[in-house]
């Protein structure tokens, strides 16, 4: 079991384009079992490549109340979106705060799963949020990104003095 360092907003490497797994190989294995780890060991219900600095098109989820349910996503194609919903969202990358961002209600997604198997599936409500949130980060975008420039500021200014005040204590 490996706990990979997550990068926070704003570093400007949470903006990177991934790009797309040409082989799912042992390595790919490796690090899809780092991101499980370090998603469960935070706790969060996903995490992309691109939050632990690795720029491959890799997202894990599990939003099972019980965590035990995880979805590996390899180079994850979104299409058909249909209705729309807002939910309070949050990202391990910009801890401690929620805001509500409007999403498709209902997805279709393809990608490869840990084996490297292409397969596809529907998905809505929660995890719909979680899939397009992960997508999001592999194209550097993060939920911030959805709200107004003044909100994200106001957020950009709080976590800055969050890390000043843990560096100080430390
Ligand atoms: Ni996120």
Redesign the pocket.
Known sequence: MALLPILEFPDPRLRTTAQPVERVTSATRKLVDDLLDTMYEAP?I???AT?VDVHQRIVVIDVSATQDAPLVLINPQLSAPEGTQERE??????PTFYEAVPRAERIRVAALDRDGKPFEMQAQALLAVCIQ??C??LDGK??VDYLSSLKRERIRRRLSKLRRQEAAAR
Request: aromatic fraction near 6%; charged fraction near 20%; glycine fraction near 18%.
């Open positions: 969060g996903g995490l992309s939050q969202e949050g990202c391990l990358s910009v949130h992960e999001d980060h993060l939920f």
